[in-house]
């Protein structure tokens, strides 16, 4: 089992940083494959960016390229997402989320699908 917890949402104007963590703890530590995820109201749940380390390419959902960054704490294993540059339709409920494998992280963020799921935390960007 897996626990993940994601902090750092809130209320950012438009052009504005936010940058979101994701605490990963567990029996097992270990995960094939991490990402973010993201739903806005009266739309599906979507990949924002996942990452594995069996693949140094990392995926990025084409609307947040150059804008948002995945990364990792190797110390600790903290997850974290540096969303720059925000706009309004960046507005959704953020969501961490860890699969246990063997499908390939660009799958995972494609198909938005995972074994485990943090709560979410709210991103909402408006003036």
């Known amino acids: 089992q897996l626990q993940l917890v994601e902090y750092g949402g809130g209320l950012v104007r438009p052009g504005g940083s936010l940058r979101l963590s994701c605490a990963v703890s567990?029996?097992?530590?270990?995960?094939?494959?991490i990402g973010w995820f993201r739903q806005a109201p009266g739309k599906e749940r979507e990949g924002v960016s996942c990452?594995?380390?069996?693949?140094?390419?990392?995926y990025y959902t084409r609307s947040v390229k150059g804008r948002f960054i995945i990364s990792r704490d190797s110390l600790n294993g903290t997850v974290y997402l540096q969303m720059n540059n925000l706009k309004p339709e960046d507005t959704a409920v953020y969501y961490c989320?860890?699969?246990?494998?063997?499908?390939?992280?660009?799958?995972?963020?494609?198909?938005?699908?995972?074994?485990?799921w943090g709560q979410g935390t709210q991103v909402t960007v408006s003036s």
């Open positions: 990452m594995s380390d069996a693949d140094p390419d990392i």
């Open positions: 567990g029996s097992t530590g270990n995960y094939y494959a």
């Open positions: 989320a860890a699969d246990m494998g063997p499908v390939a992280h660009q799958a995972m963020c494609v198909l938005a699908s995972a074994d485990y």
